[in-house]
């Protein structure tokens, strides 16, 4: 395989599991194990370069945990990453991300020129002061704001801009790859489509590779090639974007999409819901989404389905698997 055929990103079984607090009574006096949260429990996916991957699902299912994990903020507790070569200078990977809340992520005490150079000056991008400025300067032009907002401060932008300002700071890391959590979430509605026609250039002029996470699946749809659908920490669905839109095929997409009824919250408007779910705590046996499934049968409740392609989908489902063989 030549080098450009190499995915961006390779991730293989990737778990990420968390110890809970426990109390000292619990753990000194009745010898009760620590219990575990299963945020990420083996997920294997790749990411072609210069294309977009997304992660659906609802809040808790483990989106954000595996986007940790990929910029390294998290280890994974098994399972591995393989990125492409195409390390920068002085051996860094080249992935930045992009948080849903901006004016969390820029330093309020900054000036918006200064929380730009800086990436550049700490990975020594620039030879010169003079050139960390002028590429400081074409970063706020790239991302629509002008010269003079270098010497502003992040509260005295509206959260559009100061998004736009994160994103300066990100690219002047000179990334391949990008990382979006919920990139938009906090935006209003005009100006969501905004920053997502500014991230869809500028992979179009930089060859960047994202994976995307978001709520909005309208928004999924318009900027993915993939689209992977997380349930309880696993993936259950994974095909190309239309695909999964058009032909969603495991019942938790059909439900997502809107197309089939939630059997625990049948009069539930269809939004992303954190209360009642089965737990990454202790996960149901079997396939993990038995309890909500309107197709659940005994061998569902027993045993977890393994992963099987479904024209250009990969679903691990036995209804949909045995559909497939009959
Ligand atoms: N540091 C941590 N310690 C313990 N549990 C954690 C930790 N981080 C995440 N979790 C748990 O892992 C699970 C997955 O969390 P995660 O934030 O990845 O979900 P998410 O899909 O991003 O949700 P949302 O859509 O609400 O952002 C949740 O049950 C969460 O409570
Ligand atoms: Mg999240």
Not at 137 to 142: G, Q, S
Request: with cysteine; hydrophobic share 40%.
């Amino acid at each position: 395989m030549s080098a450009c055929e190499q995915p961006a990103l390779k991730a293989t079984d990737i778990a990420c599991w968390f110890h809970l607090p426990q109390s000292w009574l619990d753990h000194t006096v009745f010898g009760r194990p620590s219990r575990m949260v299963k945020a990420v429990d083996g997920i294997s996916f790749e990411i072609p370069r210069g294309t977009t991957f997304s992660i659906v699902g609802e809040s808790g299912c483990g989106k954000s945990t595996v986007a940790r994990m990929v910029v390294g903020l998290q280890a994974p507790t098994r399972g591995r990453f393989d990125f492409a070569a195409g390390r920068g200078r002085k051996g860094r990977l080249r992935t930045q991300m992009i948080f849903q809340d901006p004016i969390a992520s820029l330093n309020p005490r900054w000036r918006v020129g200064d929380i730009i150079a800086e990436p550049i000056r700490e990975l020594g991008l620039s030879d010169s002061r003079k050139g960390t400025e002028r590429r400081m300067h074409k970063l706020l032009d790239t991302v629509g704001l002008g010269s003079r907002d270098a010497g502003r401060y992040p509260h005295e932008f509206s959260g559009g801009q100061r998004q736009r300002i994160s994103i300066a700071r990100a690219l002047a890391a000179e990334p391949e790859f990008l990382v979006c959590d919920e990139p938009t979430s906090a935006l209003d509605v005009s100006v969501q489509a905004q920053i997502l026609n500014l991230l869809a250039d500028l992979q179009n002029d930089l060859g960047l590779t994202y994976l995307f996470i978001s709520h909005n699946l309208s928004a999924v749809r318009h900027v993915s090639d993939r689209v992977a659908v997380m349930y309880l920490g696993r993936i259950v669905e994974e095909a190309p974007a239309d695909e999964i839109f058009d032909r969603p095929k495991h019942p938790y997409t059909k439900f997502l999409l809107g197309s089939v009824p939630d059997l625990l919250h049948p009069d539930r408007e269809r939004v992303p819901v954190a209360v009642d779910l089965p737990s990454p705590i202790s996960p149901p046996p079997g396939c993990t989404y038995h309890p909500r499934c309107p197709l659940a049968s005994h061998e569902c409740r027993t045993m977890a389905p393994d992963p099987s392609l479904v024209a250009a989908s990969t679903v691990r489902c036995h209804h949909v698997a045995q559909a497939q063989v009959s």
